[in-house]
T-cell receptor, first 114, second 116 residues
Framework: AQKITQTQPGMFVQEKEAVTLDCTYD???????LFWYKQPSSGEMIFLIY??????QNATEGRYSLNFQKARKSANLVISASQLGDSAMYFC???????????FGPGTRLSVLP | DTEVTQTPKHLVMGMTNKKSLKCEQH?????MYWYKQKAKKPPELMFV???????INESVPSRFSPECPNSSLLNLHLHALQPEDSALYLC???????????????FGAGSRLTVL
């Protein structure tokens, strides 16, 4: 069975600072995809970044980067230069090649302080 | 603007009412999903339609009835709900199965349901 762990229920970061949100996962699959989503208080789940298990390079999307350490089964999200609009819940998720479901972690609530 | 449109945004209903949540996407995605999300929790999968056929039902009570009239539309029919069914209901779509980046789940803004 697949499982995602996010050990930080809440995080605070000062505006313009960088922050790392932790995500570890457990799977017996060799091929899988890892995703990060942001959920503001409005409720919509916004896709941020994707990392494939066979990707050798860490994924980057603008201010978001993914620190992928396959041997440690971790996929931490790094947000550089935090902005007030980054305050939200962040979910790490995983999907296996033939599964139709995404397994979500419990989430981390990020608060950006002015 | 989100590419997955959900209506209504808010719904209040009594336990004897019948109502429906609607979801529409025009991205050509062939898989559509209903998720239920309680406050401060991750989304929980309810149903998956793949190529307009129900492929996953996560043991959801029969008071929730999904329908996929065509590849762009997904409905969730609600009948005789309980107060504990109050939650945010999220619709999502993806290109298909698979773990590649092409199969990102695209979510709608959600329908916030309150059952009195």
């Amino acid at each position: 069975a697949q499982k995602i762990t996010q050990t930080q229920p809440g995080m605070f970061v000062q505006e313009k600072e960088a922050v790392t949100l932790d995500c570890t996962y457990d799977t017996s699959d060799q091929s899988y995809g890892l995703f990060w989503y942001k959920q503001p208080s409005s409720g919509e789940m916004i896709f941020l970044i994707y990392q494939g298990s066979y990707d050798e390079q860490n994924a980057t999307e603008g201010r978001y980067s993914l620190n992928f350490q396959k041997a440690r089964k971790s996929a931490n999200l790094v947000i550089s230069a935090s902005q007030l609009g980054d305050s939200a819940m962040y979910f790490c998720a995983m999907r296996s090649p033939y599964g139709q479901n995404f397994v979500f972690g419990p989430g981390t609530r990020l608060s950006v302080l002015p | 603007d989100t590419e997955v449109t959900q209506t209504p945004k808010h719904l209040v209903m009594g336990m004897t009412n019948k109502k429906s949540l609607k979801c529409e996407q025009h991205m050509g995605h062939r898989a559509m999903y209903w998720y239920k999300q309680k406050a401060k929790k991750p989304p929980e999968l309810m149903f998956v339609y793949s190529y307009e056929k129900l492929s996953i039902n996560e043991s959801v009570p029969s008071r929730f009835s999904p329908e996929c009239p065509n590849s762009s539309l997904l409905n969730l029919h609600l009948h005789a709900l309980q107060p504990e069914d109050s939650a945010l209901y999220l619709c999502a779509s993806s290109q298909d199965r698979g773990s590649s980046g092409a199969n990102v789940l695209t979510f709608g803004a959600g329908s916030r349901l309150t059952v009195l």
